[in-house]
Nanobody
Framework: VQLQASGGGLVQAGESLRLSCAAS??????HTWGWHRQAPGKQRELV?????????VYADSVKGRFTISRDNIKNTVYLQMNSLKPEDTAVYYC????????????WGQGTQVTVSS
């Protein structure tokens, strides 16, 4: 499975962006999509995740501002980011963790999000 992330860019604080991550094939079985980010000098952190059943998890720092969603027909997961802050500046990576039929972990190439104050 190949993941293609897109949608990053440069915005001002308070503005919005939507990231997309498209898989190269249909995804079946037990799996979790995730968006992670890594700011300069910091460790990569989980921003949001969504399971095949639609259960979602958000980092405390983005709750109420970011929304993760998925389109199973398009094999795509989205991250809607509203009310962006300068501290959201990072490279954002999409991730697909499959548990069945075999455990596999896939990463997209990363997309830069820069929020100016």
């Amino acid at each position: 499975v190949q993941l293609q992330a897109s949608g990053g860019g440069l915005v001002q604080a308070g503005e919005s962006l939507r990231l997309s991550c498209a898989a190269s094939e249909s995804i079946f079985g037990i799996h979790t999509w995730g968006w992670h980010r890594q700011a300069p000098g910091k460790q990569r952190e989980l921003v949001a995740s969504i399971t095949e059943l639609g259960s979602v998890v958000y980092a405390d720092s983005v709750k109420g501002r970011f929304t993760i969603s998925r389109d199973n027909i398009k094999n795509t997961v989205y991250l809607q980011m509203n009310s962006l802050k300068p501290e959201d500046t990072a490279v954002y990576y999409c991730n697909l963790e499959k548990f069945t039929p075999r455990a596999r972990n896939y990463w997209g190439q990363g997309t830069q999000v820069t929020v100016s104050s």
